[in-house]
Nanobody, 125 residues
Framework: QVQLVESGGGLVQAGGSLRLSCAAS????????MGWFRQGPGKEREFVAG????????YYADSVKGRFSISRDNAKNTVYLQMNSLKPEDTAVYYC??????????????????WGQGIQVTVSS
């Protein structure tokens, strides 16, 4: 059974930083891409960042480029999202997911995906 558990969310002031972690189990971690998605209040879930199984390739939504950084430690079965220069519009529930990244119209989705339960990130102005 595949399980993903996010941690590291919380409340931060605008301009601050947070680091999200996602610990995975139940599947050969390095064989799959990983992604972070988010869903803000009243919005649809959107792609934030993705990383290939090897960790060599990374992908970002335009809204977070230069501020967020995704990485993974395959020895620890963990993926990270370092979020810097946070803005109030980054407020959302953040989800990590494992699967195969698919490019579509400038964004990404995941096939054969398993999802974490989500974690709240709130950025105050």
């Amino acid at each position: 059974q595949v399980q993903l558990v996010e941690s590291g969310g919380g409340l931060v002031q605008a301009g601050g930083s947070l680091r999200l972690s996602c610990a995975a189990s139940g599947r050969t971690f390095s064989s799959y891409d990983m992604g972070w998605f988010r869903q803000g209040p009243g919005k649809e879930r959107e792609f934030v960042a993705g990383i290939s199984g090897s960790g060599i390739a990374t992908y970002y939504a335009d809204s977070v480029k230069g501020r967020f950084s995704i990485s993974r430690d395959n020895a620890k079965n963990t993926v990270y999202l370092q979020m810097n220069s946070l803005k109030p519009e980054d407020t959302a529930v953040y989800y990590c997911a494992t699967g195969y990244l698919i490019s579509n119209s400038g964004s990404y989705s995941l096939s054969s995906a398993y999802w974490g339960q989500g974690i709240q990130v709130t950025v105050s102005s």
